[in-house]
């Protein structure tokens, strides 16, 4: 039996497409809100332990963010909150309305580590949650 929460769509919520992993995190996100207003020092203890455990998903981060930053797999999923496997998946599937471009392009290679844009990233995330790919 999957509770209702794991469904994979939810009509009610604001964007649909959205997965459980990125409604909870909203939720996570609003609650860290309410916490930071209400109670300064008991968030910040919060984060604290978070960031010990190596989850600073939740922590905020400057909202300008260089479009020519090359970021790789890892970055580029915590940009915008996926997995590693799908934007890996992104780039390797072409986009419907242009046949032979990838929903993300790969910028260049560090290493062993595939290298994107940080513009591309975001572009991709938001042609994805359009559904226009």
Sequence with gaps: MTPDYDKQTNPRWPNPLDEPL???R???RMYRQMLRTARPDLCQQADDTMAAFGETWMLERPDIIEPDREVT?????????????KIRKWASTDRKDQPGVRILPRFD???????????Q?????????????
């Design 109 to 119: 290679k560090r290493g062993r580590e595939t290298v994107y844009l940080a513009g």
């Design 121 to 133: 990233v975001l572009e991709a995330a938001a042609l994805v949650k359009r559904g226009l790919v």
């Design 22 to 24: 990125h409604r909870s």
């Design 73 to 85: 797999t890892a970055e580029a999923a915590e940009l915008v909150n996926v997995t590693p496997h």
């Design 26 to 28: 909203a939720a996570g």
